[in-house]
């Protein structure tokens, strides 16, 4: 039974993959001004002239280099080319290093800040480039980009890595990821985004110090960012490590357990991955707390505002089929695998745009189909639902 469910499984994701999703986003392509459309609102309205953000750049790059390395399709290789070219000829900084944060429509910087997540993303996306085609400018860059977070944002003294910068590179006043993010120098989020990276890098470049970095990175998880107590991530903090904001973010709880497990499998220390695999089930079990009968997952609860948002997001949907999948995977958890199953039957009957292309960006808690906030833009791109869908591929 669980053969023919998976199988079922790979074949729907497929299908989604490439008539959903893929084909969406080939749309988004710029051929007027390079790179891609910066927004199109929840509505279907293009936005052609609207500002276009790193983040959406590097995804882009992200997805369709896997596509094209699982599926071999000629035109996700051309896409993924069109989004090398433009990130390294338009986003990256030549004179300072590292990556800006967005540029107009046009391809000119507008924001020149140097926001972590972002070089993190675009070493994701080139890294990912390099497994599929063995490009050699696009490891170069990936490398650069790994070596300025390195020399700018690795904190020596009490470890981790500090937020954002200005375009030199010096103190920057709002280290702020997005409007909803507390304003501090240290945040789970970018660590997060900073193992994946590596993680996907280390896959193509086999550096020593790249590997410090990544089994150092695995360590900060364990001994700073997760709650002991809880299994829960804690999200914001001080230079000193202290939790700043108490808050759960189910999503990236079910997320970090996936990319911390990949991390350590990935380095090949056994003695390591032993560490781990104790944290990745804590880490899970924690999610699971934002768990609904149906197998979806919810987006957060603030403790200190005893607040609860019961929206079903697109991104956290994705993240809990996946670190699910891991848990029947590599741990033969079936209650783990009935979990994924049951929250792709939601997400396939109601997340899914099947008119217009993509995913919708939540289902409210009152049932309604989220139109207000974005199709595609800053923070709406091709990377949670299609490395689920390339997940669940590869994984079985």
């Known amino acids: ?21 893929l084909r969406f986003w080939l749309q988004m392509r710029d051929a007027e001004h390079g790179g891609f459309y910066g927004q199109m609102t929840g509505d279907g309205r293009l936005m052609k002239q609207a500002d276009k953000g790193a983040i959406l750049n590097a995804r882009i790059l992200w997805t369709f280099s896997a596509a ?11 896409m993924a080319t069109h989004a090398k070219r433009f990130l390294i000829d338009h986003f990256y900084d030549k004179e300072f290093g590292g990556i800006y ?7 000119e910087p507008v924001d020149t800040k140097k926001q972590i997540y972002a070089l993190g993303f675009a070493i994701y996306g080139l890294s990912e480039y390099v497994r599929a085609t063995g490009d050699e400018e696009a490891l170069q860059y990936a490398i650069k980009l790994f070596h300025s977070i390195e020399e700018h944002s690795f904190d020596t003294v009490k470890n981790g ?11 920057i006043a709002d280290m702020r990821l997005s409007e909803k993010d507390r304003n501090e120098c240290k945040t789970t ?9 590596y993680t996907n890098l280390y896959r193509v470049w086999k550096d020593d110090g790249l590997k410090k970095q990544l089994e150092n990175l695995i360590r900060v998880f364990s001994e700073k960012i ?65 768990l609904n009968p149906d197998g979806t997952m919810i987006y ?15 991104w956290v949907q994705a993240e809990n089929i996946v ?35 993509e995913w919708h960006w939540s289902i409210r808690a009152n049932g309604e189909v989220n139109t207000t906030d974005d199709k595609a833009g800053f923070w709406k791109c091709p990377y949670h639902n299609s490395r689920m869908c390339i997940e669940a591929i590869e994984r079985f």
């Open 1 to 21: 039974m669980q053969s023919h469910q998976i199988e079922t499984l790979k074949a729907e994701v497929k299908d989604v993959l490439e008539n959903n999703i």
């Open 161 to 171: 890595y500090f937020e954002a910068f200005t375009r030199q590179w010096t103190a």
């Open 300 to 314: 957060e609860t603030i403790l200190c505002r005893n607040h609860t948002d019961r929206d079903l997001h697109w």
């Open 101 to 107: 944060w967005s540029l107009n429509y046009k391809g």
């Open 189 to 197: 989020n970018t660590h997060l985004h900073i193992l994946e990276p």
């Open 323 to 357: 670190g699910h999948l891991n848990l029947y995977q590599y741990f033969k958890d079936e209650t783990a695998l009935h979990t994924a199953l049951r929250c792709w039957s939601f997400t396939k009957n109601h997340l899914i745009d099947y008119t217009n292309g």
């Open 68 to 78: 094209y390395r699982v599926l071999k399709k000629e035109e996700y290789l051309q």
């Open 226 to 290: 997760v709650d002991p107590s809880t299994g829960h991530l804690q999200l914001f903090f001080d230079d000193d490590w202290n939790n700043k904001y108490s808050m759960l973010s189910y999503g990236h709880d079910i997320e970090a357990s996936w990319l911390i497990h990949e991390a350590a499998i990935v380095l090949g220390n056994e003695a390591l991955l032993q560490q781990v695999e104790p944290l990745v089930k804590h880490l899970s079990h924690a999610a699971d707390e934002g």
